[in-house]
């Protein structure tokens, strides 16, 4: 007997939500068998709130509409098991309702957009359920659920954009569709969105979900008309870029009690005439936390907390009020973190991630085909060392090495750092399409931002081309956390290619290059960060003059600061005019007061591109205002006079490595 005949069909969406409840314990049908008592007898996970699983959704899902009562997938079918892909195929594009258990994992050989039908389930039993290389499209198409598993891994080596024309990889693709809950899934590392709600879909609700490690997140909209009605609540959005999400003309997003954590560019958005209500949500490490984007955008903005966040907050109109479409529980905005990560995603998938090796690749032979969603397999917090290897290639990706992944080394697997090169190429003065400029913080190509951080073996290149579209800072890398050290790295840029920086201005923050090599042509070394450098080969790029080809060094250094930066046992180089590059100039950051900028040069050799007035002013501030000088320096470029300061011998041991780094002793070169 089946278990709807056994129980009735209110009863059959009370199982199922126990099933999904604790799925390891579920006994589901093989293919194409229906369900019988036993399946029925599977209970509550201990310790899991009753709250995270329950058993038909809530917000707009819930609500009827389009001739239906509300959201409840394929429990008036039959209950079957899909355990390889061609059957997961089958059983989604039937035409008959069911509810299709997802068992093990289902991978693709070629990625496939399986096409769904109405009235379906598709539920994840166990831990390891998950769907690999693949992703679900539901066009036209109503009454659907996902619950209980992970779609993960179609992204393609390489396309960190997506702007391959095959490479439309979504993980779910809504089109005109209605009706879809979409609970305590994991979707990551696809090769374009994680979610794609479009085309006048309506009545959705997305809870307790994972997304992570991708590019763009979660995009709504693709339409001219102000239709979708959504729900986006409990979710855990991290280690993700763009779309986060991005809400297009939405005709009311309830946004609540969701977790963005260490988000690369631009968090929550409302754009055109979308109405947003965001209302206890917690933002750690988001770059632009909430953003309206045009003149017609309505976005509320309350009980939200924010950590670490920089950019825009925005509260604009009034939008609408979700208590007037249903009811709701709404938790303590500060508590969100800690509940979602212990409440989001896929039961039973809470196994400790104690990797230490991890390898990238762009050929499929590693862990993974980014760098980013290396970085993100990482747990947030853990302070366990560990390593990314990464194999020859060019990885065109903006690289964030997030502050609460301490610990980490990131290494070229060759001992030649030309054969890896982690590219972008993003400008300071850059417009985002949103409003405002990228910055420099927001142009680097790789941001370190954790502690005890090593960077060995490869190259960092910003390629933003000055010949073709200006001149503009444009970073290769900034450093901000304490302990780092680069190891055998390339920078490659112009203006400002290192930016040697710390969390605030009154923090401070060391950071050790060995055996490195650096080229720009403008105050390509600046910061108000401990640098030492260490055995490198600092290079000028010919800027064509006879008379101004840049400056190599401008520190910011606070005044309370005795260690800037420090060029020792170095080789300064250029194929530049003799006599046309300066050592430096002082960087009174937005005028700071506090600023002393610091910087020695010594026991290195000069070569002719050096100035014989070697320092220069800047904005105003005349050379002497910093504290530069120079010490036991050999070649053509090694002029002694009144521009060269040079360190009397008795002060030469309060410069050196040990100095500058205190209690702290990098590893040496490997």
């Not at 309702?97 to 389930?121: M, Q």
């Not at 303590?332 to 995603?345: F, K, L, M, N, T």
């Not at 080394?409 to 400029?437: C, E, H, R, S, W």
């Not at 041991?653 to 702290?664: A, N, Q």
């Amino acid at each position: 007997m089946s278990l709807r005949r056994l129980f009735g069909a209110a009863a059959a969406v009370v199982m199922l939500g126990s099933l999904t409840a604790a799925p390891a314990q579920a006994a589901p049908p093989g293919p194409g068998q229906e369900a019988g008592t036993p399946a029925a007898t599977a209970t509550q996970a201990e310790g899991t709130p009753e709250a995270l699983w329950k058993q038909t959704p809530d917000g707009f899902a819930a609500l009827p509409g389009y001739g239906l009562p509300g959201t409840t997938g394929g429990q008036a079918g039959r209950m079957v098991t899909a355990s390889t892909i061609q059957e997961l195929k089958d059983y989604a594009g039937a035409d008959e309702p069911l509810v299709i258990f997802i068992s093990g994992s289902l991978a693709a050989t070629d990625y496939v957009k399986i096409p769904v039908a109405a009235n379906k389930s598709f539920i994840g039993v166990g831990a390891g359920a998950e769907v690999v290389n693949a992703g679900f499209k539901l066009i036209n198409v109503s009454n659907v659920i996902f619950r209980n598993f992970t779609i993960r891994d179609s992204y393609i080596p390489g396309d960190w954009d997506g702007k391959r024309p095959d490479n439309d990889r979504d993980g779910i693709q809504l089109d005109t569709s209605h009706h879809v809950w979409i609970d305590h899934m994991a979707i990551q590392r696809m090769g374009d969105g994680l979610i794609d709600t479009r085309k006048d879909s309506d009545l959705v609700t997305y809870s307790w979900n994972v997304f992570a490690d991708n590019n763009k997140a979660l995009g709504v909209g693709w339409t001219a008309n102000a239709v979708t009605r959504m729900t986006i609540h409990h979710n855990w959005i991290r280690n993700t870029t763009q779309r986060n999400f991005s809400l297009d003309n939405t005709a009311a997003a309830h946004v609540y009690n969701n977790f963005l954590q260490d988000i690369g560019q631009y968090g929550m958005m409302g754009r055109n005439a979308a109405k947003v209500v965001l209302e206890g949500n917690s933002f750690s490490a988001v770059q632009d936390p909430i953003v309206a984007k045009d003149p017609a955008t309505e976005v509320v903005n309350r009980d939200n907390v924010f950590n670490g966040t920089r950019g825009r907050k925005d509260n604009v109109g009034s939008a609408f009020d979700p208590t007037q479409n249903y009811s709701y529980q709404k938790d303590d905005a500060a508590r969100v973190p800690e509940i979602v990560a212990a409440g989001a995603g896929p039961r039973g998938n809470s196994a400790p991630n104690t990797t230490t090796e991890i390898t990238v690749a762009l050929d499929g032979t590693g862990d993974f085909g980014s760098l980013q969603a290396a970085i993100g397999s990482i747990p947030s917090g853990s302070t366990l060392p560990r390593t990314i290897t990464v194999k020859p290639g060019t990885y065109r990706e903006s690289v964030n090495i997030w502050a609460d992944r301490p610990n980490l080394t990131i290494q070229g697997a060759t001992a030649n750092p030309a054969d890896v090169v982690i590219t972008y190429d993003l400008p300071a003065n850059g417009v985002k399409f949103f409003g405002g400029t990228w910055g420099a913080g927001g142009s680097a190509t790789l941001n370190v931002l954790a502690e005890g951080t090593t960077v060995r073996n490869l190259t960092v290149e910003n390629a933003y081309d000055e010949a073709a579209n200006g001149g503009s800072q444009a970073l290769a890398v900034r450093s901000v956390a304490d302990r780092v050290t680069f190891d055998g790295t390339r920078f490659l840029g112009n203006q400002d290619t290192y930016l040697a920086d710390t969390t605030g201005r009154d923090a401070t923050a060391r950071t050790y290059l060995k055996d490195c090599y650096i080229e720009g042509d403008v105050d390509f070394i600046y910061g108000r960060g401990t640098a030492v450098l260490d055995g490198c080969t600092v290079h000028s790029l010919d800027r064509g003059s006879s008379t101004n080809n840049g400056y190599i060094v401008a520190p910011s250094t606070k005044n309370s600061n005795p260690h800037g930066i420090l060029i020792i046992n170095s080789t300064l180089t250029s194929d530049a005019a003799a006599g046309t590059v300066s050592l430096g100039r002082p960087w009174f950051a937005s005028s700071d007061p506090q600023a002393h900028p610091m910087g020695v040069i010594r026991d290195s050799v000069l070569g002719s591109h050096i100035a014989v007035q070697g320092w220069a002013d800047m904005s105003g501030h005349s050379w002497k205002e910093g504290r530069f000088a120079e010490y036991n320096n050999s070649g053509p470029g090694a002029h002694v006079n009144e521009f060269h300061p040079q360190l009397p011998p008795e002060d030469a041991p309060k410069f050196t490595k040990e100095t500058f780094l205190g209690d702290w002793t990098p590893a040496g070169r490997g």
